[in-house]
């Protein structure tokens, strides 16, 4: 699986995807369906066949349009700025654990219906600490 985030209309929000089952997991901190982003849908689904075609997969079976989009309900923001701490959170979580499937009310071990600020200050931090070393600020 791989974890893809995406920014459509100035949002960020995160996509895990599972090419070889077809799978697109949504994670939107706003709660929006993927339908607010329909070009965002249009261009996945049309990656996703590229893989297809490309890996010679026959479609009979599941049928042409057969990509299964998952709404994740994942932590949501209390306002309109956080979204891209948000997005390396919930992909954080997702490979922190290193599973293949998420689950659709997000994990267990993370669950809760909004990040706390110390949770988002922390993300803050840690993203912080890895652009120093990477020496991208100086």
């Not at 891209?84 to 267990?108: N, V």
């Not at 990040?115 to 600490?129: A, F, L, M």
Request: proline letters at 4%.
């Amino acid at each position: 699986m791989m974890s893809l985030p995406v920014k459509p209309s100035g949002h960020w929000l995160l996509l895990a995807i599972n090419p070889i089952r077809e799978i697109v997991y949504y994670l939107d901190s706003l709660g929006n369906d993927w339908t607010t982003y329909p070009d965002m849908k249009v261009l996945i689904d049309t990656v996703l066949q590229a893989f297809r075609a490309q890996r010679d997969i026959q479609t009979s079976r599941r049928g042409a349009n057969s990509i299964t989009w998952i709404k994740v309900a994942c932590p949501q923001q209390r306002n309109q700025i956080d979204c891209g701490y948000f997005m390396l959170r919930f992909m954080r979580d997702t490979l922190a654990l290193g599973r293949l499937k998420i689950p659709t009310d997000y994990f267990d071990e993370f669950k809760c219906a909004f990040y706390t600020k110390d949770q988002v200050d922390e993300i803050k931090e840690e993203w912080c600490q890895f652009m120093i070393k990477l020496n991208v600020c100086s």
